[in-house]
């Protein structure tokens, strides 16, 4: 007896089909995704999702016996990316030195100035010939702030936003130039105590600014997209 040929089964859909299928499902899924993104943009200015972020930043700093003012958050991190220096280590030692910026003055009774408290001669530098002592100096205002001078001393000034003075009363100026000399004082080497002890000659004060520095950076990258997240939506704006 003869065995009968089973019959090959034809594909539903035939290779030619299948590509045509493909080439024309391309541009529909690029255009699915087109008007997706616009409305994720979209929804993303509606002051539910916006009141979210603003929740997301509070309740990370509500541990904090000082919040970490929003604005100074992305000239920290400028800093870093330029000197290395971590930029919860600059937040921490402008908590330990002002508060936040938020002391009554600016200036303290043995001479320090500015933001971060720098003494006049560390800013400008020890090798202006009226440095002695403690660094208070007799420094004439313009010399204060003159990058030329301060380049010309050794100092640790810097002009951050480059408007042509370098300003301790600045904040961007003495963030970037609290970095500078935390850089320099050891950081850049990996020796946070050193640097930081350089920069106050305290046990105590090392103890303080690592204190926070701990705390600042357990939290530092939900921070961080925090405030990324809002620049986002500001430039959108």
């Known amino acids: 007896?003869?065995?009968?040929?089973?019959?090959?089964?034809?594909?539903?859909?035939s290779p030619g089909v299948k590509l045509f299928l493909i080439i024309l499902l391309i541009p529909v899924s690029i255009t699915i995704y087109f008007f997706s993104f616009l409305a994720w943009q979209e929804l993303k200015?509606?002051?539910l999702i916006n009141e979210i972020v603003n929740n997301d930043h509070k309740e990370i700093q509500a541990?904090?016996?000082i919040a970490i003012p929003e604005e100074y958050i992305p000239i920290y991190i400028?800093?870093?990316?330029?000197?290395?220096?971590?930029?919860t280590l600059l937040a921490a030692h402008h908590r330990v030195e002002t508060r936040f910026s938020t002391m009554s003055t600016l200036v303290s009774p043995v001479g320090a100035e500015g933001h971060m408290q720098f003494m006049p001669c560390t800013f400008v530098g020890w090798d202006h010939p009226s440095c002695n002592g403690l660094g208070?100096?007799?420094i004439s205002e313009s010399e204060k702030t003159d990058p030329k001078v301060i380049k010309r001393f050794g100092g640790y000034g810097v002009d951050a936003n480059g408007d042509g003075v370098a300003d301790?009363?600045?904040i961007e100026d003495a963030i970037f130039s609290a970095a500078n000399y935390l850089s320099k004082a050891g950081v850049s080497e990996g020796e946070l105590k050193k640097a930081i002890y350089n920069y106050n000659h305290s046990e105590q004060y090392v103890e303080d600014i690592l204190y926070y520095y701990h705390l600042y950076?357990?939290?530092s990258d939900e921070l961080?997209?925090?405030?990324?997240a809002k620049k986002e939506k500001e430039k959108e704006l």
Do not use: H, R
């Not at 400028?78 to 971590?86: L, N, T």
């Open 217 to 219: 950076n357990d939290v």
């Open 136 to 138: 208070k100096g007799e």
């Open 1 to 13: 007896m003869t065995k009968s040929k089973k019959k090959s089964k034809k594909p539903l859909i």
């Open 45 to 47: 200015n509606i002051p």
């Open 78 to 87: 400028s800093a870093q990316e330029k000197y290395g220096v971590p930029w």
């Open 63 to 65: 541990n904090f016996d």
């Open 224 to 228: 961080e997209q925090v405030v990324l």
């Open 168 to 170: 301790p009363f600045d």
